[in-house]
């Protein structure tokens, strides 16, 4: 099983738009993100907060991710909600996922999952950052890759 744990892309300010909506450059950053995994993921669910920037994250991963599947608002995943209480909606899913939230929350759950306490600090997201765990029996979950945009934009700057 493995879980694609997003922080949604860079949203406007509360002053310019109290809903949080993305920005452009937000937009450009996930639209960036979903090009370059399309083909390389796929997944079973597509999930985010509810919040209008998580919302919109998910929309644009899934187009690339899970073609024709619904996109679910659910409850649990706000910035400040318990980690602790989530989990054990991950253990009974079962399937690979994609998770759009937000800090400190998905930062947390990371480091709930893979060190077994929260406060241990693992991963440093920014807006439109993506985190692959993945659970093995035996292995518990554990870090397989991270994408922060910076090595995106880098990749079109410096091609291999």
Known sequence: MRLYLVQ???ALA?????????SDNGRAVVAELAAFLRGRVQVS???HSGKARARQTADLLAVALAPGMPVEAISG???NDAVESFMQRIAESGKDTLMVGHLPFMAKL???LVTGSEANTVVAYQPGSMVCLEFENGRGWQIQWMIRP????????HPG
């Open 8 to 10: 949604h892309g860079e």
């Open 14 to 22: 509360k002053d310019v738009d109290p809903e949080r909506a993305l």
């Open 45 to 47: 669910a597509v999930v």
């Open 77 to 79: 995943i706000n910035p």
């Open 110 to 112: 990371v480091a709930r």
């Open 150 to 157: 910076e090595l995106l934009s880098a990749e079109e700057n």
